[in-house]
């Protein structure tokens, strides 16, 4: 009976023991000091802030940090999630509200360790797993241009998590998970040119955010690296072998791609890659050349296929034996038209480089998503930008119509077999 | 040729035609509704705007068989030289046009935006009108016209 009581204890004491020592780690990983604030306004040299202010633009920092032009890096931009409704935050340098009193560690700790100065830990919506492999010079050039843009105070906005995730310190586990420090490393394989591209499209621009798929736990799924993800509800094209593209890329037609969003008889930018691309045409032009070479180097891994794409002249009508007739000839009849007028048979000089629709690399797209979206905004330059501009006919296509369409287009546009629940797909894009 | 039946500021009307008739070309050849003009047929330029169910398409670019039951309202609709609209009378304040090709199409666009909101900012209103274009550089005015309509709409105004 002694015997049996001590065994007891030693079990309660090992329990205990395993609590203290899981408390600890648990703690290791949730918290975070905070960083003293400064106290003297620190001041930068000119280059330094023009080196940061290309940075930022490579970096496409305004783009989630920006919700109103009058208002730069401000914050305030809501963006959805699946774990909830995160907020951007102002990284002006304003002392309350902005990183204003942040020093340069607090900002590299930031950029390093997706931690703010008082010690909370930042959402990875800000893609801090990226910014981990950024040089410290270049992490210095940054703050130099965060800490001279004007002061502007606005408070953060309150995120809307779904349970639990409101509770911050969770994000220590995705680190654990995710945030892979090891430093970034040159091939010494590749030219210059392509290795600083490699560089700033991890490091900085971050391009696999959007185009790595993302597992269910909201990280990148690195088994599957440029495999294709998704952006604001679009589908993000596979940059490897994967790539939806009908014809293949040209590094001319990358590097016009990425710098004005238009590349010759062949793409043009829409949905969230058009805000990618109004920052990288701010960007030094040799650096985004360097970006069109390594993404070139990926993207002409995909074999060479017999596509639609190499033919020119209209859409056929649908065969008369095909099984789903009304539907596609609903769908022909929308394509000639609605689409045609411009894409095709009446390509009038004031349609410009609207596309011959086999060579939209949406039709090819796994997901209908893109082509759903497009279809119904159009593409809008953005605000203030000059740009290709295409109506949007989501006022003018019932559900109905605009998934007869999308039918006909990916199969006798693409040659593609039918997206799989491509009507769902339909209504759930076009809810209000 | 097809029989269609239409729904046109509140009228019903029969129109025998190709199913690949655009709209504005039923509107203006078979319903002599001449407000809506034809641009660009493109899509590009607006002029041809008229509000479908609401909200406001391109007219050049609705093949006639793809209304089906959606009510169409055109610029007669909203009232005529004796009696304008709130919109129009705002535009004819503002003397928002120079030729003129453009306006039905801007007055249609507006009327979309100030029944969906309407108490609109500044912004609001350049964003929204921001798909209908006047050559002759009025959009000034046309950004005042809207703008005018809007405050004396707030103000108790009748559409």
């Given at each position: ?209 959007c185009h790595t798929p993302r597992t269910k736990l909201g990280g990148p799924d690195l088994k599957r ?208 | ?159």
């Amino acid at each position: 009976m002694n015997h049996t009581r001590r065994k007891r204890h030693t079990r309660w004491w090992l329990l205990l023991a395993a609590i203290v020592v899981l408390t600890g780690i648990a703690f290791a990983i949730m918290w975070r000091p905070a960083l003293a604030p400064l106290t003297t306004a620190p001041s930068f040299d000119n280059a330094r802030i023009e080196r940061g202010a290309n940075l930022a633009h490579l970096g496409m920092c305004a783009s989630c940090h920006t919700a109103d032009l009058s208002r730069p890096f401000a914050g305030g931009k809501p963006m959805e999630t699946p774990f909830g409704t995160v907020h951007s935050t102002n990284i002006t340098p304003d002392r309350d509200t902005g990183i204003g009193a942040w020093s340069p560690e607090a900002f590299t700790r930031a950029m390093r360790e997706g931690v703010a100065r008082d010690g909370h830990l930042l959402y990875p919506a800000f893609p801090y797993n990226h910014y981990v492999r950024m040089t410290q010079d270049d992490i210095d050039d940054l703050y130099a241009y965060f800490m001279t843009r004007p002061a502007i105070a606005a408070p953060a906005r309150d995120n809307d998590m779904t349970f639990p995730f409101g509770f911050r310190p969770l994000v220590g586990f995705w680190n654990v998970l995710y945030l892979d420090d090891t430093p970034w490393r040159p091939d010494p394989q590749q030219s210059a040119e392509w290795n600083r591209g490699a560089y700033l499209a991890d490091a900085v621009a971050h391009c696999a955010a959007c185009h790595t798929p993302r597992t269910k736990l909201g990280g990148p799924d690195l088994k599957r690296q440029l495999d294709g993800g998704e952006a604001e509800d679009w589908y993000a094209p596979a940059l490897n072998r994967n790539s939806p593209s009908p014809l293949p890329w040209t590094r001319e037609q990358l590097q016009a791609y990425l710098r004005t969003g238009m590349a010759e008889d062949h793409a043009v930018a829409g949905g969230p890659m058009q805000d990618v691309v109004m920052h990288l045409a701010q960007a030094d032009e040799a650096d985004v050349a360097a970006l069109a070479a390594w993404t070139h180097s990926h993207l002409s891994q995909a074999p060479l296929r017999a596509t639609p794409a190499q033919r020119d002249g209209p859409l056929p009508a649908p065969a008369l034996d095909d099984p789903d007739l009304p539907r596609m000839r609903l769908g022909y009849a929308l394509y000639t038209n609605s689409c045609a007028r411009c894409h095709d048979v009446g390509r009038a000089p004031s349609s410009g480089t609207a596309l011959p629709l086999q060579k939209a690399i949406a039709l090819y797209d796994p997901d209908p998503r893109s082509l759903i979206h497009i279809v119904d905004s159009g593409i809008l330059p953005p605000d203030g930008e000059a740009g290709r501009w295409m109506p949007g006919f989501k006022a003018i296509l019932s559900d109905e119509q605009a998934g007869a369409l999308a039918a006909y287009l990916r199969k006798y546009g693409a040659g593609e077999p039918a997206w799989p629940q491509l009507d769902q797909q339909v209504s759930k894009a076009r809810a209000p | 040729m097809t029989t269609y039946r239409l729904q046109v500021n509140g009228k019903p009307h029969a129109v025998n035609t190709d199913p690949d008739t655009p709209l504005l070309y039923v509107l203006r050849d078979d319903l002599a509704l001449n407000g809506a003009k034809f641009g660009c047929g493109l899509g590009q330029c607006g002029s041809c705007t008229v509000i479908m169910d609401g909200k406001p398409v391109m007219s050049c670019l609705v093949p006639v068989s793809a209304v089906g039951a959606r009510a169409v309202r055109t610029v007669e609709g909203l009232g005529s030289s004796d009696k304008p609209g709130v919109l129009q009378q705002a535009f004819i304040d503002e003397q928002a046009a120079q030729c003129g090709y453009c306006i039905a199409g801007m007055i249609m666009q507006a009327t979309a935006l100030l029944e969906k909101t309407p108490a609109p900012t500044d912004a609001q209103i350049r964003a929204h009108m921001s798909p209908n274009l006047c050559r002759c550089g009025t959009h000034m005015r046309i950004l005042r016209a809207v703008r005018r309509a809007a405050d004396r709409l707030a103000a108790g105004g009748k559409r």
